[in-house]
């Protein structure tokens, strides 16, 4: 059974940095891109950042030069580094996973999701 354990989120001041985690288990065969997603009360869930196999990222427009997203050597944990935070940052912050069940299908799959939260 895939599971997906977020930490890191909290309180950060403006111009502060958090660091997401997202930790994947029951994985067999193999991810086929892993991401960080946000979403506020009142708004459809948004692409914060992805990396793919192979290591290619992409980012939302409004986070680029502030937010790195990357993946542990050999292992399945993803990392969201969120620096210089504005308080539209704020969001409850979901990993999603899109996850290999043979040679061809795949499987997405969402964490319980972390609140992020940056005051001015």
């Known amino acids: 059974q895939v599971q997906l354990v977020e930490s890191g989120g909290g309180l950060v001041q403006a111009g502060g940095s958090l660091r997401l985690s997202c930790a994947a288990s029951?994985?067999?065969?193999?991810?086929?891109?892993m991401g960080w997603y946000r979403q506020v009360p009142g708004k459809q869930r948004e692409l914060v950042a992805v990396?793919?196999?192979?290591?290619?990222?992409n980012y939302a427009d409004s986070v680029k030069g502030r937010f790195t997203i990357s993946r542990g050597n050999n292992t399945n944990t993803l990392y969201l580094q969120m620096n210089s935070l504005k308080p539209e940052d704020t969001a409850v912050y979901y990993c999603?996973?899109?996850?290999?069940?043979?040679?061809?299908?795949?499987?997405?799959?969402w964490g319980q999701g972390t609140q992020v939260t940056v005051s001015s």
């Open positions: 999603n996973i899109d996850y290999f069940v043979g040679a061809v299908h795949s499987i997405n799959y």
């Open positions: 029951g994985i067999i065969f193999g991810i086929k891109a």
């Open positions: 990396i793919i196999s192979g290591g290619n990222t």
